[in-house]
């Protein structure tokens, strides 16, 4: 079986693996963690922290082993082709975690590879199991998705993580908002297929009203994306969530973000019952725990 | 109307969005690489389209699959195969289900950075690349 998109996980997965980490949680917390046996190789073509992480570090408390590779001292840099890489690297391992610069690359590794491919983040494309984890803090903090108003702001242009998330929160039923800057709004195409296929209607705020939301998701806006640095810098301070412009919103409305965080949150807001943005990245080694147990003992292995 | 003259056997292309003819040729692989004749008549008045543009291919039969390819440049577009200078077969164009060549759009996309083959599904009146999930419209694609 493959991670490659949210497309392909209907809710019966996600479900599955979000109580597998539940037991991965209770099993870390006890120290008594059942142990599984296959090798993981780690492919990141592109810089990763969180996410390769993580996904080592999940590997060796299921008693896995990792193994890594470092594109830059690799056959690639001496002009090995992306298909050869991945034909070499099933032959080492049982699932292979990569992240590729190229939109559809671990789609293309999955048709290669007879290993199980999971998807560590594909271009401006998908990120299936930053989506795992998201949902999965939000089920822990709220106890439910469906009907939870969830807010995504910030660059909803380019962030993958962004689009993984708001066709998986209309799956399971939330009520979205969208906020974004002018020019990094979500691709309209993306929004329409959405509304069509789950019927809902996604809410599009250009000021935000954080008042009745429970669940804030900030992302990142990077400078880089805009000409004028100055519009760059107002549009920054814009969106930049401190505890004034939390003024009106709920006492137990969670802030999350995908990390790294650069300015768009206040590091005073780090203290207030809002942030779970630490916990979420923490989530990720049970869920990614869950995934791996689930890929390697299931029948669709 | 400019005359040209009937062929004896091949494939007669008519209703093509005016001034698409040439793109037609080149997906047909009827260009340069094609030895017969082949005649182009562009901006033809058309009751149906207003203007169109015709294509007579002298022995040449391009597979349904090629043919189909048509639809996505311009679904009115009617085939006529010629045997024995009558026609045989007429048939209408069709955007297939799925599709295994074609280009996609999007520079990032793996297909566009590796030696590799195509695929899209048809949604609705677009197409989605399988492998960087965007969606295109049908002409966007040849």
């Not at chain 2, 090629?66 to 069709?94: G, R, W």
Request: proline residues 4%; contains cysteine.
């Amino acid at each position: 079986m493959d991670i490659i998109s949210v497309r392909d996980i209907d809710k019966k997965i996600f479900n599955e693996i979000f109580e597998t980490a539940g037991e991965m949680e209770r099993q870390l917390k006890s120290g008594r963690v059942e142990k599984l046996d296959g090798v993981v190789a780690t492919l990141f073509f592109e810089p990763s922290t969180r996410t390769k992480l993580s996904f080592q570090s999940a590997t060796v408390r299921l008693g896995l082993r990792y193994i890594d590779f470092i594109s830059e001292l690799s056959s690639v840099k001496k002009g090995e082709s992306f298909a050869d890489t991945i034909r070499m690297v099933d032959g080492y391992c049982d699932i292979i975690v990569m992240r590729h610069k190229y939109e559809g690359a671990a789609r293309y590794a999955a048709e290669i590879a007879k290993a199980s491919i999971i998807n560590g983040g594909d271009g401006g494309n998908q990120h299936p199991t930053q989506t795992m984890l998201d949902l999965y803090t939000m089920l822990k903090e709220k106890g439910a998705i469906k009907g939870l108003n969830v807010r995504m702001m910030g660059d909803l242009k380019h962030a993958r993580t962004m689009h993984s998330l708001i066709y998986a929160l209309a799956m399971f039923g939330a009520n979205i908002s969208i906020t974004a800057p002018h020019g990094l709004e979500m691709p309209e195409e993306g929004i329409k297929e959405i509304e069509k296929k789950f019927n809902i209607k996604i809410n599009i705020e250009e000021e935000p009203d954080f008042s009745s939301d429970d669940v804030l998701y900030v992302t990142r806006i990077q400078q880089e994306r805009f000409a004028d640095p100055l519009e760059a810098k107002r549009i920054m301070e814009k969106f930049r969530i401190t505890k004034d412009a939390l003024k009106n919103a709920k006492k137990d409305m969670i802030i999350m973000h995908p990390l790294p965080r650069v300015n768009e949150i206040d590091v005073a807001i780090d203290k207030t019952p809002h942030a779970k943005y630490f916990e979420q990245a923490k989530n990720g080694i049970p869920v990614r725990m869950a995934l791996i147990k689930y890929i390697l003992e299931g029948e669709h292995a | 109307m400019l005359k040209v003259e009937a062929i004896k056997e091949g494939t007669v292309i008519d209703h093509i969005r005016a001034g698409k003819g040439t793109r037609i040729l080149k997906l047909l692989g009827a260009d340069e690489k094609h030895e017969g004749s082949v005649a182009l008549l562009s901006n033809v008045k058309s009751k149906k389209l207003g203007k169109k543009d015709i294509v007579k291919l002298e022995g040449f039969f391009p597979s349904d699959e090629k043919l189909n390819l048509i639809a996505l440049i311009s679904p009115e577009a009617t085939v006529n195969i010629i045997k024995d200078s009558k026609v045989v077969e007429k048939k209408n164009v069709e955007t297939p289900g799925e599709l295994g060549i074609g280009h996609c759009p999007n520079p990032s996309c793996i297909t566009n950075n590796e030696e590799m083959h195509r695929h899209f599904k048809k949604e609705g009146r677009m197409y989605r690349c399988v492998y960087c999930e965007r969606v295109f419209l049908p002409e966007e694609l040849v």
